[in-house]
């Protein structure tokens, strides 16, 4: 169920505020339903002993998550679905065996599960993915408008409809390319198509999945979402190449439209040279392509090892990670690029929570980012990001930490400024 709010606050005392070494007080109003901060002055009690104070932060966003396969691993009917041996082929076909069970009051369960959690970690606006194939049809789908319309006073929701299932190839490939046409027409929600060319069982195949998802997406004027190049293989060609090219000969431009594309995973990319992400930055800043990257590493730590997305066999004592440097894309290449949860409680992640702070935690060790600069730019990569055409609103997040920072509970101010207590 959407949250139940306490009653106003009228002020909070002894702020921290981002970049700021002193506290503050906050004064809010209700001139309508609505609140609005009216005042931020110097907090009066400068001297007194504070032990913990709240970090007031504008709130955050998952530009990139699952809604409909949150949480397989915390409820009961899918207990035989738990991982075995934790490969990428496994997680693959034990959702595919687990979305077989998938209903309408399961689905409606789990998302809401994400969505408390994500709101109770401050996220107010999410780019949520919801598959369509043959085995699910439209049910995710329905959940996910349901869901939409339920929590919009808490959440903005947008919806991607998405082929985690070949579309090319396979027997299945008709049915499900048909599956996500039929979805596209029927659900004026739909604001992204996404699609996994990597699924795909041969390399045309892949490309043929983007060549059509790009038309597709461009004649219907949605955003594009590609789950792409999800592997550490320096034999299998990068197809980013093939998007970056396609979205040139279309004509796909900044010019042409303010619908983008967001390219997600792409750990092959972190195999690449000097010169070749030279390349793939001039392409898309000569060309003006509205290109986006997202990297997953909570996913990607866990799956993208040379043992896990290839499926090969790697000694180890030897298995290297990768996962895309999303502050040195941004630094060095000028390139758009945002971290996200991606997956939550499933055998894709058995591990991490919806919780956008704990993933920047995460970040400063896995880009080696431990200074000022680096916390503050991997903060702007998970709030406020209206290129996606989502944004969390006039929101604040509310964070108490103790003087040594440990985060000891959060308090949401929604869009009426009332509370929820995590
Ligand atoms: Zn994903």
Same mark, same amino acid.
């Given at each position: 169920?959407?949250p139940?709010?306490?009653?106003?606050?009228?002020?909070?005392?002894?702020?921290?505020?981002?970049?700021q070494?002193?506290?503050?007080?906050?004064q809010?109003?209700?001139?309508t339903?609505?609140?609005?901060i009216?005042?931020?002055?110097?907090h009066?009690d400068?001297?007194?002993?504070?032990?913990?104070?709240?970090?007031? %932060?504008?709130?955050?966003? $998952?530009? $990139?998550? $699952?809604l409909?396969k949150?949480?397989? $691993?915390?409820?009961?009917?899918?207990a035989?679905?738990?991982?075995?041996?934790?490969?990428?082929?496994?997680?693959?076909s034990?959702?595919?065996?687990a979305?077989?069970?998938?209903?309408h009051?399961?689905?409606i369960k789990?998302?809401e599960?994400?969505?408390?959690?994500s709101l109770?970690?401050g996220?107010?606006?999410m780019?949520?993915?919801?598959?369509?194939?043959?085995?699910? +049809?439209?049910?995710?789908l329905?959940?996910?408008?349901?869901?939409?319309?339920k929590?919009?006073q808490?959440?903005?929701i +947008?919806?991607?409809?998405?082929?985690?299932?070949p579309?090319f190839?396979?027997?299945h490939?008709d049915?499900n390319?048909?599956?996500v046409?039929?979805?596209l027409?029927?659900?004026?929600?739909?604001?992204v198509?996404?699609t996994?060319?990597?699924?795909?069982?041969?390399?045309?195949?892949a490309?043929a999945n983007? !060549?059509?998802?790009?038309d597709?997406a461009l004649a219907?004027?949605?955003?594009?979402?590609?789950?792409?190049d999800?592997?550490?293989?320096?034999?299998?060609?990068?197809?980013?190449?093939?998007?970056?090219?396609?979205?040139k000969q279309r004509?796909?431009?900044?010019?042409?439209?303010?619908?983008?594309?967001m390219l997600?995973h792409c750990?092959?990319?972190?195999l690449l040279s000097?010169n070749?992400?030279?390349r793939i930055?001039?392409?898309?800043?000569?060309? !003006?392509?509205?290109?986006?990257?997202v990297?997953l590493?909570?996913?990607d730590?866990?799956?993208?090892s040379?043992?896990?997305?290839?499926?090969?066999?790697?000694?180890?004592q030897?298995r290297?990670r990768?996962t895309?440097q999303?502050?040195?894309?941004?630094?060095?290449?000028g390139?758009?690029?945002?971290?996200?949860v991606?997956?939550?409680?499933n055998?894709?992640?058995?591990?991490?929570?919806?919780?956008?702070?704990?993933?920047?935690?995460?970040?400063?060790?896995v880009?080696?980012?431990?200074s000022q600069d680096?916390?503050e730019l991997l903060?702007?990569s998970?709030?406020?990001l209206?290129?996606?055409?989502?944004?969390?609103?006039?929101?604040?997040? %509310?964070?108490?930490?103790h003087?040594?920072p440990?985060?000891?509970?959060?308090?949401i101010l929604l869009?009426?400024?009332e509370?929820?207590?995590?």
């Open positions: 169920m959407p139940k709010l306490t009653s106003r606050i009228q002020r909070i005392n002894g702020v921290r505020l981002a970049g070494p002193s506290t503050w007080d906050i809010i109003e209700y001139p339903d609505s609140g609005t009216t005042s931020v002055t110097p009066e400068e001297g007194t002993h504070i032990t913990e104070s709240p970090l007031a %932060l504008p709130a955050l966003t $998952h530009p $990139h998550i $699952h409909d949150a949480f397989i $691993h915390s409820t009961p009917e899918y035989q679905f738990l991982p075995s041996t934790g490969t990428f082929q496994e997680a693959l034990s959702t595919t065996k979305k077989q069970q998938f209903n009051a399961d689905l789990r998302g599960w994400l969505l408390a959690e109770a970690s996220v107010t606006a780019r949520t993915f919801v598959e369509v194939d043959h085995t699910v +049809q439209h049910i995710c329905k959940a996910a408008a349901e869901l939409k319309e929590w919009k808490a959440c903005e +947008q919806i991607v409809c998405f082929a985690q299932d579309i190839s396979t027997e490939g049915q390319m048909r599956l046409s039929e979805a027409d029927k659900y004026p929600q739909i604001e198509l996404g996994t060319p990597y699924v795909e069982t041969s390399i045309d195949a490309k983007i !060549d059509w998802a790009i597709r219907l004027d949605k955003h594009l979402d590609f789950h792409l999800y592997n550490l293989d320096t034999t299998k060609e990068p197809l980013v190449w093939h998007v970056l090219h396609t979205l004509g796909w431009t900044t010019g042409l439209t303010t619908k983008r594309v997600g750990t092959r990319l972190t000097e070749e992400w030279i930055a001039r392409d898309i800043h000569e060309n !003006d392509l509205p290109v986006s990257f990297g590493p909570t996913s730590i866990y799956m993208a040379s043992a896990g997305v290839n499926g090969s066999e790697t000694a180890l030897s290297p990768g895309l999303i502050l040195e894309m941004i630094r060095k290449y390139l758009d690029a945002v971290i996200a991606n997956n939550v409680g055998s894709f992640t058995p591990w991490g929570a919806p919780d956008p702070l704990a993933l920047a935690c995460l970040g400063v060790g880009y080696q980012a431990g680096d916390a903060f702007d998970l709030e406020n209206p290129k996606l055409g989502i944004r969390p609103g006039d929101t604040v997040i %509310l964070i108490v930490v003087v040594v440990k985060v000891v509970g959060r308090q869009n009426n400024h509370t929820i207590l995590s």
